[in-house]
């Protein structure tokens, strides 16, 4: 064999090992490369359906509170077992308790009955109101396995959740539920109005009380109650000033059981202008009323007031109406001649009376 043909013959075993080695190379790389982790630069975004669900909700604090909000109580209750975080440490759980307890009146401290009240609270800015001020809601972070699990329990046990102020909501709503109606009896607020009135003389029922508390707002019905925590006064006239302050918001219940269980003393003891609105709110007529408007004529009352009290009676205001006066005690004749500017004797000869002697209860008509 000549040089040239060796020469050639060498070339080319040196390019086919070559070309070996370089195969072996490439394959013995793409396994090991296949083997060993990715390094985080070599990544490559996971196909979507190779994803999986975030430790973390998408949405802000401030947009689950706004969607929660606008959930009803029972999916909300539900919501208090996610415990799935959303942002800054809250949980779906937190912001649920924050919304029952801020929207739905959710008595968190019947739930927490026998163990530490929440000592943290955070404030959570999600808006502002239409008059510009901020929508904030109170958060109770860092709650305890324990309270976890009593205001589950709570949840689970409870028909109605709610503080006294719920109830009231609920039934001032229009809630025929006779479960809401009986919890809402059991509650301090209405407790003190069944104290107050089981002292008079005649009785009132569970019913007709809780139809006059839902006839005002919740206002009144909690100051007079925090009045009573501090005072306990069972008298009369903390009863008419509690029907009166009822009164005021147009309830015809309250004139109804001011007339029911005090009625000889409203038309005494009331100025003329709480015995105006009285007599406008008993606008249906019954025995009760027009005995009412018969004894307000009998007392020395303004004009305004006979007028209304004449119309209660269906007597044509136009015509002259004859008083009557019931005597009281300490009363005389003489008293009461001056106390309806006439004259002495002229009294006496109308009621045709043989002697000045008054007895305490009598009727005089006065001319």
């Known amino acids: 064999m000549s040089n040239p043909d060796v020469r050639k013959l060498t070339v080319a075993l040196m390019t086919s090992c070559a070309l070996n080695v370089t195969l072996l190379f490439l394959f013995f790389y793409t396994a090991v490369k296949d083997w060993l982790p990715s390094t985080y630069y070599d990544c490559k975004p996971c196909r979507e359906i190779e994803q999986q669900s975030p430790l973390v909700i998408d949405n802000s604090s401030k947009e689950v509170i706004r969607y929660f909000k606008k959930m009803p109580l029972e999916w909300l209750l539900a919501r208090l077992k996610n415990q799935q975080p959303v942002e800054n440490g809250y949980t779906q759980y937190d912001l649920a308790l924050a919304i029952l307890t801020e929207f739905h009146y959710f008595d968190i401290k019947r739930a927490f009955s026998g163990l ?12 502002k109101y239409r008059d510009g001020s901020p ?186 109406i004859e008083r009557m006066y019931l005597v009281q005690e300490g009363d005389s004749l003489w008293k009461i001649s001056r106390r309806f500017n006439i004259n002495l004797d002229a009294l006496k000869s109308y009621n045709k009376l043989n002697s000045d002697i008054l007895k305490p209860g009598m009727s005089l008509k006065i001319p």
Do not use: C
């Open 116 to 127: 530490p009240q929440p000592e943290q609270k955070r404030t959570i800015i999600y808006g």
């Open 135 to 320: 929508a904030e809601l109170t958060v109770y972070p860092g709650l305890s396995q324990k309270h976890y699990e009593a205001i589950i329990a709570f949840v689970q046990t409870e028909r109605w959740p709610l503080t006294s102020k719920g109830l009231f909501m609920n039934l001032r709503k229009g809630n025929q539920d006779p479960s809401l109606a009986d919890a809402f009896l059991l509650t301090p607020e209405f407790l003190a109005v069944e104290l107050l009135f089981g002292r008079g003389i005649v009785s009132i029922n569970k019913k007709e009380l809780l139809s006059l508390v839902l006839q005002a707002d919740w206002t009144i019905l909690s100051t007079f109650a925090n009045q009573q925590k501090a005072s306990q006064d069972l008298s009369a006239s903390q009863r008419h000033r509690f029907l009166i302050d009822y009164m005021e918001k147009k309830s015809k219940t309250a004139a109804h059981l001011l007339l029911k269980s005090d009625g000889p003393a409203a038309a005494l003891k009331l100025d003329d202008a709480h015995l105006l609105l009285l007599l406008e709110l008993l606008d249906e007529k019954s025995p009760e009323t027009e005995k009412f408007a018969l004894d307000v004529l009998t007392s020395p009352r303004s004009d305004a007031v006979r007028k209304m009290a004449a119309a209660r009676l269906a007597v044509p205001i136009a015509q002259k």
